[in-house]
């Protein structure tokens, strides 16, 4: 053995157990049923649990629905944006002029 563990083992033998008082656990109970509970945010403190869990389902849906549809949208060149107005149709013959 090396001079650390014989120092260990000397104080190891003077060691003595601790009986701790009677009524520690009522003791204890008591503390604990006297703290003051941790203080939630306000805006927790008005809508009950299963509010906010739709609340952020809805605002997680909607995120994901806006950006698919705006990243899934086709890009559209404008001349084809107003093929409508083209001379060969009504609302481009309508437009040139001709009534």
Do not use: C, K, Y
Not at 12 to 33: K, S, T, Y
Not at 43 to 52: F, G, H, N
Not at 63 to 85: D, H, K, M, R, Y
């Amino acid at each position: 053995m090396n001079h650390q563990d014989d120092q260990l083992h000397r104080l190891l033998q003077h060691w003595r157990e601790v009986e701790p008082a009677g009524n520690f656990d009522a003791q204890v109970w008591r503390r604990i049923r006297q703290s003051e509970p941790a203080r939630r945010p306000w805006l927790i403190d008005w809508l009950p649990r299963p509010a906010w869990t739709l609340a952020a389902a809805v605002a997680v849906g909607l995120v994901i629905g806006i950006a698919s549809g705006v990243f899934s949208a086709p890009v559209v060149p404008p001349t084809e944006q107003l093929s409508f107005l083209a001379p060969t149709t009504l609302a481009g013959a309508l437009r040139g002029g001709h009534r």
